[in-house]
C-alpha cells in the first residue's frame, strides 16, 4: 500500500480529515522549505503538497504566480525540489508528500529519471496540474511502477464521463477543484460542492480532497464535514509572502495558521 | 515523452499524410496534443465539437466566404515584386498581399472564423491574447461587428512598443488588460488569457491568435488561414502557369506560414521555408527561434519545440518585432520540421530591419516587422534560383504599427 493510501486508512478509522497544505518549494528561498514541511506536520498536516516552481502557472492566481517567481529567482530546480523532499524523509517517514506542479520540468529531466529520483527520495504522489488522463497514461504507469500516486485533478465543468475516465488513472486521492478559477480565488460555494462531490462519490471510490478557495479555517471547518481532506494553498503561500524579508519567522508563522485550520476541523465533527 | 520522435516520415509519399494531421486527439506525430486543466478539458471539448459540427456544415462555411470577400477584402492579390527581384538578381519574388485585408494582416482569416463560430456557440464575451497587437485589432474589429464583449490580453512591453494598435483596440470598443507577470510579453498575455477562460468558461470563447494551444487551435486556426495559401497556389498557377519554386514565411507562433504552407504540402517540389526571429543572433542566445535552437517540451496546451532551460523552465525571447516574440511554435510545424518537409531558417533584427526599408524602397510596400524576417530571407536565397524560379513570399501585415519601433532604432523621435 502507498503512504498516501494508508495515511487515509488511517484517518478514516479514527474519522479524521486530512489536512492538506501547500506551499512552493524553494519560497521564498530553498533554505527554509524542509524546516517548513516539519512545521506544518507539527502544526497537524497529514499530508504535504510541494508546489514545483514554474515560469509560465496558468492554473494558478497572482499569490501562486509570484511564490514561482521568488523561487526560480533562487533557481530552484525540480532536481532541488526532489533533494528537499530526501532531506525532509531523514526524519519524517510517515507523512507523504506530493509534488504539484506543472508537466514541463518533468518533460524536462525525463519520465524515467523523474520517477526514479522522486521514488528513491520518498516523494509519495504527483499532481500535474496541465496533464489530462488523454496525454498521461505513460506518466501514470511510469510513476506506478515505482509506487508512486498520480493525483488528477476534477472539476465543476468534469461531466460523468470524465470522472469515470479520471477514476481509472488515479491513485492517492482526487483533488477536487471548488471552482471555476485560478488558485487564490474566492468564491467557495459549499453547497454546490456538496453536490458534486455526491457526483464523484457515486463513481469513485478513491479518498477526495477539496482545494483552491479554502481560505479561512471556517471554510475548513465546512469542507470537513463532506470532504476526506482539505487542502490549503494561497493563504498560507500569503503569509510566506509577507514574511519574505525574514524567512526564519515563516516556519512557525505558518504553523500558527495552520493550526487554527487544524482545530476548525476538529471541532467541526 | 517523445515516442515517435524518430519515426520520421522518411520520403516523399509519406509526405500526403502530413495531410490528414492531426489525429483524433490532436496529434501530429508526438506533437499537438491537449495539455489542459481538467476545468478546461469540457469547454475544450465543446469546442471541438462544435468545430467538427460546423467545418462540414456548408451554411458556416459560406458565412465565412462572404465575410471573406466582403468585410476583409479577399482575395488579395499575389503582387510581382519585379523591382526588387530585378536587384536580387536570381528568382522572381511574389508578396502574397495579407497586407491588404482589412486591419492590415492576416489575423482577420482566423478572427472572423473563430468569430462566427463563438456567436453560433452562443457565446457572448470574447478573449484574446496579443503580441504585437494585430490579432487583438482582428479580435477587436469582428466583436464590434458582432456585437460580442471584447477583452483583450497584452503585455505591458509589447503595450509600450505597439501603442498605436493599443488605441485601435480601445476605439473599437475592446477593454485591454495589461500583463505585468512574467517577461510581460506575448506568452504571459496568453497564460492570463488562460486565466480568464478557467474563470469564465460558461460564457466565454477564447479566440486564440496563431496555430498553437490545446487541440483543436492548431488545426482549426490552420483551417481558417489555409484561404492564403488556396488563393496563393491558383493564382500562381493562373498568373504564371507553373507552381512556385518556394514559400517563406515568417514564424512567431506559425498561422500564416502554416495558411500559406498546408495546400502545398503535396506539391512536393514547392519548398516550404519558415523564418523564425533570430534577434540579436541565435548565437548570443537572445532571439526567438525554438525551431532552430530549441528542443521539445509542453507549454500552452501543446507539445512542440519550446525555448526552455535544462530544467524546464520558459526562456525569455527576444526579438525586435513583438508579433514573433513567443517561446513556443505550432505543433505541426514542429513536425513538418522533424520529417523534414519544411525547413525553418532564422533572421535577425538587423536583417528584418535592412529588408523593412529595402522593400519599402523599391516596392512601395512597407512590410511589418514580423514580415520583414521573412523578406530578409528571401533576400538572401534569391540569387540561388534562376531567374524564372518564383518564389512567394507571404506578406502577412503592413508596418505602420511599427513605424515608432523603426524610428527609435534609428534614434528619431516622431
Ligand atoms: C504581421 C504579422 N505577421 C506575423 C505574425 C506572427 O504570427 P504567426 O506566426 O502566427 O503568423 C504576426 C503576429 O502578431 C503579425 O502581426
Redesign the interface.
Known sequence: MSRIAACFLGLAEAGRQALIPFVTAGDPEPGVTVELMHAMVGAGADIIELGVP?????????VI?RAS?RA?AHNV???DVIDMVKRFRQSNAQTPVVLMG??????????EAFADSAAKAGVDGVLT????P??GA?LVSTLKERNIDTI????????AE?IKR?DAMASGFIYY?SL???TG?SNLDIEAVSAKLAEIRSISRLPLGVGFGVKAPTDAANLASIADAVIVGSTLVKIVEENAAEPAKIPGMIGEALSAFRRAMENAV | ?L?NAVSKASNNSDFDELLNLPDE?GHFGPYG???????????IDELRQAYEHYRNDSKFMAEIDADFSQFVGRPSPLYHAERWSENLGGAQIYFKREDLNHTGAHKINNTVGQALLAKRMGKTRIIAETGAGQHGVATATVCARLGLECVVYMGSEDIKRQMINVFRMRLLGAEVVAVE??SKTL??AL?EA??DW?????DTFYIIGTVAGPHPYPAMVRDFQAIIGREARAQALDQTGKLPAALVACVGGGSNAMGLFYPFIADHDVELIGVEAAGDGIETGRHAAPLNAGR??????N?TY?M???????IETHSVSAGLDYPGVGPEHAWLKDCGRAQYAAATDTEALDAFHEVTRTEGIMPALETSHALAYAKKIAPDYDKDAMIIVSLSGRGDKDIHTVAAHEGIEI
Open positions: 514554474f515560469s509560465d502557472p496558468m492554473a494558478d492566481g497572482p504566480q517567481e526560480l530546480t525540480l532536481h506543472y508537466l514541463n520540468p518533468v518533460e524536462a529531466m525525463g519520465y496540474v496541465d496533464l489530462p488523454e496525454e505513460e488528477f485533478l476534477l472539476a465543476p465543468t468534469s461531466n470524465r479520471i477543484v471555476k478559477g485560478v480565488a | 515523452m515516442k486527439h496534443g491537449c495539455f489542459a486543466a481538467e476545468t478546461l478539458m469540457a469547454p507577470s512574467g506568452k504571459d497564460n488562460m486565466r478557467v474563470t469564465n468558461v460558461d521539445p517540451g509542453v507549454l500552452h496546451g507539445r519550446l526552455e532551460t535544462d530544467g524546464g523552465q520558459i
